[in-house]
């Protein structure tokens, strides 16, 4: 049972996590801040909090965890401003999509009590934002992925897995290099490619009469271009160099792609998309088998 609980952005992902531990009767009391005030009282009518804290020093005291629900590139300044406030045994957690950018600015916030911080990112999220949209549902049987660092405690990690379990997740370590090389591939590229196919197709002179014939398949591959576009312009510049790479990667394959379809190459393009569906079809099965994924078959020659 933790007994207070501070909420630094009570959004979708923020208010969820208040929503989830409350759920599980994992804390007495829950306190945001933010710098919207109306999403705030939202939040507080909602239900999602207890109380709003006006300051840091009010936020702060007592306070048994922290968690940064913001934007990553806002690390810095929120951690310098609730640093003359933050308990010696107050641990500060974040639910940033990227993790090298967030740890080199808590290094250089923080300095000597670092310890205090462990970086975390719960895998889970809706195209959906603000208070209205948390859930305390949101984060069961995802996983929430903690990077830790070497100068952690392990009671300091232990409570933050801890909180992610209350809410149902499933905790994974990795490095935060790992992290943003992984999630690069699979969640930043994915990103950048929905916002670009939407902005693109709304650019054409007859935009209108295309998203007029927009269908379930066009909605699905978009789905997540309805998220904010603040935070993932944050995640994309925060992971810069990893995200390029996948571009390039991927450009290489469209590339390979236009050149097998104006050969009119019909077996090779068949040959892409059937190593692709049964790639998706063994990570989907392994998922619903709760056991990771086999290595993916590589494209036949």
């Known amino acids: 049972m933790l007994d207070k609980v501070v909420i630094v952005g009570v959004g979708l992902i923020g208010g969820s996590f208040a929503l989830g531990l409350k759920a599980a009767g994992a804390v007495r009391r829950v306190v945001g ?8 009282a939202r939040a507080l009518e909602l239900g999602i909090v207890d109380e709003v804290a006006t300051s840091y020093q009010e936020a702060l005291q007592g306070a048994d965890l922290v968690l940064l629900a913001a934007p990553v590139a806002q690390t810095g300044r929120i951690l310098a ?6 308990g010696a045994r107050t641990v500060v957690t974040d639910a940033g999509s990227t993790k090298g950018d967030v740890v080199a600015a808590a290094r250089e916030v923080l300095g000597e009590r670092i310890h205090q911080f462990v970086p975390g990112h719960p895998i889970a999220g809706s195209e959906s934002n603000g208070p209205d949209a948390a859930l305390a549902t949101l984060y069961r049987g995802k996983k929430a992925v903690l990077t830790p660092l070497p100068e952690n405690a392990d009671d300091a990690v232990e409570l933050v897995a801890e909180a992610w379990r209350a809410c149902g997740a499933l905790i994974h370590m990795l490095s935060p290099a790992d992290h943003d090389r992984v999630f690069a ?3 930043h590229l994915p990103h950048l490619l929905a916002y670009a196919l939407v902005d693109d197709i709304a650019a054409k002179p007859h ?18 271009a309805g998220s904010s576009p ?6 994309s510049l925060a992971n810069q160099a990893a995200l390029l790479t996948e571009l390039d990667a991927y450009l290489a394959q469209l590339t390979t792609l236009r050149a097998r379809l104006a050969a009119s190459d019909g077996a090779a393009l068949e040959a892409v998309y059937a190593n692709a569906q049964r790639a998706r079809r063994e ?8 056991s990771p994924p086999p290595p993916p078959n590589q494209e036949p020659e």
Do not use: C
């Open 230 to 235: 603040e935070m993932w312009r944050d995640i």
């Open 207 to 224: 935009a209108d009469l295309l998203f007029q014939y927009a269908a379930s398949g066009f909605r699905d591959f978009t789905r997540i």
């Open 33 to 40: 801040i933010g710098r919207e005030p109306q999403a705030m």
């Open 185 to 187: 591939a699979v969640s």
């Open 81 to 86: 401003a609730l640093l003359p406030h933050l």
């Open 283 to 290: 990570w989907i099965e392994a998922i619903e088998a709760g």
